[in-house]
């Protein structure tokens, strides 16, 4: 496949690449050089979505490296990462995670993170709440969501330089990292990637996880035209995966994903 043409393909065949590379890649024998590994390590829910949320968080550069460093963290968290944010006291916490770091993201925002999320949940009732309260009957997908849950997260007193490790779809961005939790949380079709934890959100609500690989075969496969990787074109690519399965989009992310990234298909 690697050189061929596709920008051309009918919407059949569009249709069976799309299918066949899902259910290659769609799989358990995806997870062990994802991040999705790291909250597969865990059964409790709670400890399944922080670690999901921070895994994501850090989830950019090397895939060697971040999942070291989610290792790492979840190390520094005594392999039990609720238990570790809601009770250990704020001594505890800036001794053992004032150090980390991955790339930009350093100790001062992970101290930060610790403290937002301890916050969501004493007071909103979770991570599931917090995205879900921010969706009305009217969203056609997450953008609301995702802003609810960054004004909460972002409530606390911050450094401002944090703030650019959550995205904010409002203000353009394309929010690649919480679209891929979103995934990891809510989809559930049974082939042991996903969890599927979060009902309050529909899989047809979701968007598709937007970077340089899956939106470079996204403009290949002529499912995307929009030159920029922001939310407007988050937002052409889900629709246009739509068309094939209206319930469950974002499904064709392993496909898009796996090919840009394990085929090195030009």
Known sequence: MQGMKTNNLEPFNLKYLLESKCQQYNNPSFIATDPVSIPH?????????????????????NRKSILANANRLMQMMDNAPYDFIINSSLRDTASLIVNFVHRTFNGDD????????????????????????????????????????????????????????????????????????????????????????????????????????????ARSLGLLTRKANDWQAVEELTANLKKYDANDPVRYDFALFGIGVFENRR
């Not at 390590?41 to 400890?47: M, P, T």
């Not at 203000?171 to 979060?198: E, P, Q, T």
Request: net charge neutral.
């Open 110 to 217: 992970c101290l930060y993170f610790i403290e937002a999320l301890r916050n969501i949940y004493q007071h909103h009732g979770g991570l599931e709440v917090a995205f879900s309260e921010g969706l009305t009957p009217a969203d056609a997908n997450v953008k609301n969501a995702i802003f609810h849950f960054r004004e909460l997260f972002f409530e606390l007193p911050h450094f401002h330089r944090t703030e650019k490790h959550v995205p904010n779809p409002v203000a353009g961005s394309a929010g690649k990292r919480i679209n891929m939790v979103l995934r990891w949380m809510v989809r559930d079709d049974n082939h042991g990637v996903d969890f599927g934890l979060w009902k309050q959100i529909k899989p047809s609500q979701l968007c598709c996880p937007l970077d340089v690989h899956s939106g470079r075969i």
């Open 41 to 61: 390590r865990f059964a409790r829910k709670e400890d399944i979505e922080i670690s999901a949320f921070l895994t994501a968080t850090i989830a950019w550069g």
